[in-house]
């Protein structure tokens, strides 16, 4: 099983620092940065959290096998995805 980087990722090069497997790489191909499926081992006997999902700045971009986030909006603010969305709705109403 491994996980995968989606387009989204801004190539700021956190995630390849903390693999414990070497898997991640700077794919000139995807424009981004992607995740080896030989090589990644969802950090399973090194860390309890896959640790690319965990430093990674962008949320909604790393991605399981079965294509579910890993790091889903709200991860990082804490804010529920939809308290944000109302919140931003009240701001454009200003
Ligand atoms: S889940 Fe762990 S082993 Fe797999 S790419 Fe992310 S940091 Fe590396
Ligand atoms: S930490 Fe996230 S945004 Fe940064 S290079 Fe890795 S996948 Fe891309």
């Known amino acids: 099983m491994a996980l ?3 387009s989204s990722c801004v190539n700021c090069w956190a995630c ?3 693999c414990p497997s070497n ?3 700077q794919s000139e ?3 981004h940065f992607s995740i080896s ?3 990644c081992t969802e950090c399973d006997g090194d860390y ?3 640790q ?5 700045p962008i949320e909604d971009t790393i991605f399981d096998a079965a294509g579910i986030s890993i790091n889903p909006p709200g991860t990082l603010t804490g804010i529920p995805p939809e308290k944000f969305d109302e919140a931003m709705r009240e ?3 200003r």
């Open 16 to 18: 390849m620092d903390v």
């Open 29 to 31: 191909a995807a424009g």
């Open 37 to 39: 499926s030989k090589k």
């Open 48 to 50: 309890a959290q896959p």
């Open 23 to 25: 898997a991640i790489y």
């Open 52 to 56: 690319c999902a965990s430093i990674c």
């Open 4 to 6: 995968s980087i989606a």
């Open 91 to 93: 701001i454009q109403a």
